[in-house]
């Protein structure tokens, strides 16, 4: 049986692709629109880190960084224990569209994971995606 792997996502946003990039890759823009704090170490190979008021954390080990267009990280696999080495790759590819931007996030990685496992993951992950990018939204648009 073969289980979804990926997760994609295209939002069409009136900032320009500048304004875009920061919001995803400095700690000011991850740390108010993703969780609540962040610290970024912006270099392939470097870490940024979550947390959140609810005390989750989550470290991303950055993999790609092609100014101002792709950017891209590894996380820890949704819903599994601490220390489980499966990890999802999260892509963001910033095209610019008008005076806008077109984002497109790719996770994939859901593979790994089978049954209850894979459902937790792929699911969670699916519906936060929803709401974090209508959080990266309201970010832009001044309403965080």
């Known amino acids: 049986m073969s289980f979804p ?5 295209t939002v069409e946003l009136a900032q320009p692709v500048e304004k875009v990039w920061a919001a995803l890759t400095t700690a000011e823009g991850l ?8 610290e970024v170490d912006l270099r392939v190979g470097g ?3 979550l947390a959140w008021e609810s005390g989750d954390k989550a470290t991303l080990i950055i993999e790609r960084v092609e100014p101002p267009t792709v950017f891209a990280y590894t996380w820890p696999l949704y819903g599994v224990p601490d220390g489980d080495p499966r990890r999802t790759y ?3 590819t910033l095209v610019p569209s008008g005076g806008g931007t077109t984002l497109t ?3 994939s990685g859901f593979a790994q994971a089978s049954g209850d496992e894979h459902k937790a993951a792929f699911s969670g992950n699916t519906e936060g995606w929803k709401n ?3 959080e990266l939204v309201a970010y832009l ?3 965080l």
């Open 105 to 107: 996030v790719i996770e």
């Open 90 to 92: 999260v892509e963001f």
């Open 31 to 38: 740390g108010t629109w993703f969780g609540n704090t962040a």
């Open 5 to 9: 792997d990926r997760i994609e996502r």
């Open 47 to 49: 870490e940024a880190k």
């Open 132 to 134: 974090e990018l209508g």
């Open 141 to 143: 648009d001044g309403k």
